[in-house]
């Protein structure tokens, strides 16, 4: 028997829906190679980077890059969509590389993986729509804030033994520690930070970070001869193959299925599988999934404005929980879709997941064949990547703009939510925020609530009559409710109009309530033009006409004729 849950389950979706209305054709394979192929030249480096900001060796991120990228290509439900590391992740897998190592990183990017599967099944995918603006700016500012922050070290080739995880701790070592600036190291930073910026005003179709990277690497080549030198990938980093070979920068391999939990711990000790250790990976788990979720749905929305396709949001959490599950067995980091790579495969003329997949083979190509050169790449030339990185995810000219035109409550969760993102971590900033957001929009709704005297009221008949304007709901009742309270004082008969009511909840109909209880023992409370949601809300809390207490009408003329308050006018049929 099938079960109702994985019924229909949109598995495959952007690659089914991609060759569903054209045929795949050689042409359209030859514009996904071409688009694979540019994407994968922007993806090598950067997905080097991040995996050295993240805390583990530079070929960790390529393998996520070339596993998960290609897993989440075809099964997830963005067609053009490339997934691999990107820098929102690095605040978060930092600190567990450091305190769990790198075997403590697998299993909560697998963990993570099952999250996201669990909110693919539960069909959460639309509720990234329930996610304010200016909370997701200011998460996102905030992690640039810190990704920059990080850089400092490598970019300027400080020599600081130990980098503290505080933010405010961070700083101030790292201002501690600028006398100790290494020249050549700034200089290599400095010359690719450059090209990076200038480069898109030469308006040629070929990404600046290959071009950056090599500048980089061409002025350390001019500084050798001076004897200075830099700090490298394979000064850095050094590895052990299985059969006991070791070298420095990365291995000349494929990536190899390995049990993360085999791994060993940060100081070489065996990983200590257990439950303790399971939830205390659990919070960076559930942070990971968050903003896998957030991220990879932000970049398919963005996509979709750029094509005029349509992506299959709980398809895409699928494809992104099948990838992360998947890459941990394979040395992988936390992956998803990256906003900046996928804007490049549209813009290089990709037309189905086919590119992104092409991606992924150009990285698994490049680490069998180009290795040894990768191992020259300079630290500070992969930092100026992560600077340029962290400058396009602030969104800076977004965030000025939402303070310069902004109401000033978003501005303040925007504010908020950056702040706490740097001085805390995500998952505190995006709680507080969508909290802080939804009680100022309530507070913004209830607001709204008003009422307005009608002018049928007559002072000699003793006959108030308003009109509630607004949702009667628990923010807002309890102020309606006393205002009328004062508002009727001297009435005997109180008609209330609630044509404009569209809700009435389980606080309004309390207040309500109370306002009945209170009312006069000689009023006669009215309500007319009730919609259908507050009557059936009535209907289910079982008020019911009272005589001479409360009574309900279709139209105010109706019960003012009947309640024979409405002289000269004619009765209704």
């Given at each position: 028997?099938k079960?109702?849950?994985?019924?229909?389950l949109?598995?495959?979706?952007?690659?089914?829906?991609?060759?569903?209305?054209q045929?795949?054709s050689a042409?359209?394979?030859?514009?996904?190679?071409?688009?694979?192929?540019?994407?994968g030249?922007?993806?090598?480096?950067?997905?080097?980077?991040?995996?050295i900001?993240?805390?583990?060796?530079?070929?960790y991120?390529?393998?996520?890059?070339?596993?998960?990228?290609i897993?989440?290509a075809v099964?997830?439900?963005?067609?053009f969509?490339?997934?691999g590391?990107?820098?929102a992740?690095?605040?978060?897998?930092?600190?567990v590389?450091q305190?769990?190592?790198?075997?403590?990183?697998?299993?909560?990017t697998?963990?993570?993986?099952?999250?996201?599967?669990?909110m693919?099944?539960?069909?959460?995918g639309?509720?990234i729509?329930?996610?304010?603006?200016?909370?997701?700016?200011?998460?996102?500012?905030g992690?640039?804030?810190?990704?920059?922050?990080?850089q400092?070290?490598?970019?300027?080739?400080?020599?600081l033994?130990?980098?503290?995880?505080?933010y405010?701790d961070?700083?101030?070592a790292?201002?501690g520690a600028?006398p100790?600036?290494?020249?050549a190291?700034?200089?290599?930073?400095l010359?690719?930070?450059l090209?990076?910026?200038?480069?898109?005003k030469?308006?040629?179709?070929?990404?600046g970070?290959?071009p950056?990277?090599?500048?980089g690497?061409l002025?350390?080549?001019?500084?050798?001869?001076?004897?200075?030198?830099v700090?490298?990938?394979?000064?850095?980093?050094?590895?052990?193959?299985?059969?006991g070979?070791?070298?420095?920068g990365?291995?000349?391999?494929?990536?190899?299925?390995v049990?993360p939990?085999?791994?060993?711990?940060?100081?070489?000790?065996?990983?200590?599988?257990?439950w303790?250790?399971i939830a205390a990976?659990?919070?960076a788990?559930?942070?990971?999934?968050?903003?896998g979720?957030?991220?990879s749905?932000l970049?398919?929305?963005?996509?979709?404005?750029?094509?005029g396709k349509?992506h299959?949001?709980?398809g895409e959490?699928?494809?992104?929980g099948?990838?992360?599950?998947?890459a941990?067995f394979f040395g992988?980091i936390?992956?998803?879709a990256?906003?900046?790579r996928?804007?490049a495969?549209?813009r290089?003329?990709?037309t189905?997941?086919v590119s992104?997949?092409?991606?992924?083979l150009l990285?698994?190509?490049?680490?069998?064949?180009?290795?040894p050169?990768?191992s020259y790449?300079p630290?500070?030339?992969?930092?100026?990547?992560?600077?340029?990185?962290?400058w396009?995810?602030?969104?800076a000219a977004k965030?000025?703009e939402?303070?310069r035109?902004a109401?000033k409550?978003?501005?303040?969760?925007?504010?908020l939510c950056?702040?706490?993102?740097?001085?805390f971590d995500?998952?505190?900033?995006?709680s507080v925020?969508?909290?802080?957001?939804?009680?100022?929009f309530?507070r913004?709704?209830?607001?709204m609530?008003?009422?307005?005297?009608?002018?049928f009221?007559?002072n000699?008949k003793?006959?108030?009559?308003?009109?509630?304007?607004?949702?009667?709901?628990?923010?807002?009742?309890?102020r309606?409710?006393?205002?009328l309270?004062v508002?009727s004082a001297?009435?005997?008969?109180?008609?209330?109009?609630?044509?404009?009511?569209?809700?009435?909840?389980?606080?309004?109909?309390?207040?309500?309530?109370?306002f009945?209880?209170?009312?006069?023992?000689?009023?006669?409370i009215v309500?007319?033009?009730i919609?259908f949601?507050p009557?059936?809300?009535?209907?289910r809390a079982?008020?019911?006409?009272?005589?001479?207490?409360?009574?309900?009408?279709?139209?105010v003329?109706?019960?003012?004729?009947?309640l024979?308050?409405?002289?000269?006018?004619?009765?209704?049929?």
């Amino acid at each position: 028997m099938k079960i109702s849950m994985f019924k229909g389950l949109p598995l495959f979706s952007a690659l089914i829906d991609s060759c569903r209305n054209q045929p795949y054709s050689a042409t359209r394979l030859l514009k996904d190679t071409i688009a694979g192929i540019t994407v994968g030249i922007i993806a090598i480096p950067l997905a080097m980077a991040l995996a050295i900001g993240s805390g583990v060796a530079p070929q960790y991120g390529l393998y996520t890059a070339a596993v998960a990228g290609i897993v989440i290509a075809v099964t997830g439900g963005s067609r053009f969509s490339v997934s691999g590391p990107t820098a929102a992740f690095v605040v978060i897998l930092y600190p567990v590389s450091q305190q769990f190592g790198l075997a403590g990183l697998l299993i909560a990017t697998l963990m993570s993986g099952f999250i996201l599967l669990a909110m693919g099944l539960a069909r959460f995918g639309k509720l990234i729509e329930y996610i304010p603006i200016s909370v997701v700016l200011g998460f996102t500012s905030g992690i640039a804030i810190t990704i920059a922050t990080m850089q400092v070290k490598d970019f300027f080739g400080l020599t600081l033994e130990h980098v503290p995880e505080n933010y405010v701790d961070k700083v101030v070592a790292l201002s501690g520690a600028m006398p100790t600036i290494h020249l050549a190291d700034t200089l290599i930073g400095l010359t690719t930070l450059l090209v990076l910026i200038y480069w898109p005003k030469l308006k040629v179709r070929l990404p600046g970070h290959l071009p950056a990277i090599i500048a980089g690497m061409l002025v350390m080549v001019i500084l050798s001869f001076f004897d200075l030198d830099v700090a490298t990938i394979g000064s850095r980093f050094s590895y052990t193959l299985p059969d006991g070979t070791q070298g420095a920068g990365i291995p000349a391999i494929l990536p190899q299925f390995v049990l993360p939990w085999n791994l060993p711990a940060p100081n070489g000790a065996p990983f200590d599988l257990s439950w303790s250790t399971i939830a205390a990976l659990m919070p960076a788990a559930f942070s990971m999934a968050m903003l896998g979720a957030i991220e990879s749905l932000l970049c398919a929305v963005v996509l979709d404005g750029m094509t005029g396709k349509k992506h299959n949001s709980n398809g895409e959490l699928l494809g992104q929980g099948l990838g992360n599950i998947a890459a941990p067995f394979f040395g992988g980091i936390t992956a998803t879709a990256a906003i900046a790579r996928s804007a490049a495969n549209v813009r290089a003329g990709a037309t189905s997941p086919v590119s992104a997949i092409v991606h992924s083979l150009l990285v698994l190509l490049t680490l069998l064949v180009l290795a040894p050169v990768l191992s020259y790449l300079p630290l500070a030339a992969m930092s100026a990547l992560l600077l340029m990185v962290a400058w396009n995810m602030s969104e800076a000219a977004k965030v000025i703009e939402l303070i310069r035109r902004a109401p000033k409550d978003d501005i303040i969760v925007l504010l908020l939510c950056m702040s706490l993102t740097v001085l805390f971590d995500m998952v505190i900033a995006i709680s507080v925020g969508i909290v802080l957001a939804s009680l100022l929009f309530m507070r913004r709704i209830a607001n709204m609530t008003r009422l307005s005297e009608s002018p049928f009221t007559n002072n000699d008949k003793g006959l108030l009559v308003v009109r509630v304007n607004g949702p009667l709901f628990f923010a807002a009742a309890e102020r309606i409710f006393d205002d009328l309270k004062v508002k009727s004082a001297g009435y005997h008969t109180i008609v209330m109009q609630w044509d404009a009511v569209p809700v009435l909840d389980a606080g309004g109909l309390k207040a309500f309530r109370r306002f009945i209880d209170e009312a006069g023992v000689d009023t006669h409370i009215v309500v007319c033009d009730i919609p259908f949601q507050p009557l059936k809300t009535l209907v289910r809390a079982q008020i019911v006409p009272v005589d001479n207490k409360i009574s309900f009408f279709p139209t105010v003329t109706k019960a003012l004729i009947d309640l024979d308050l409405m002289d000269g006018v004619i009765s209704e049929p």
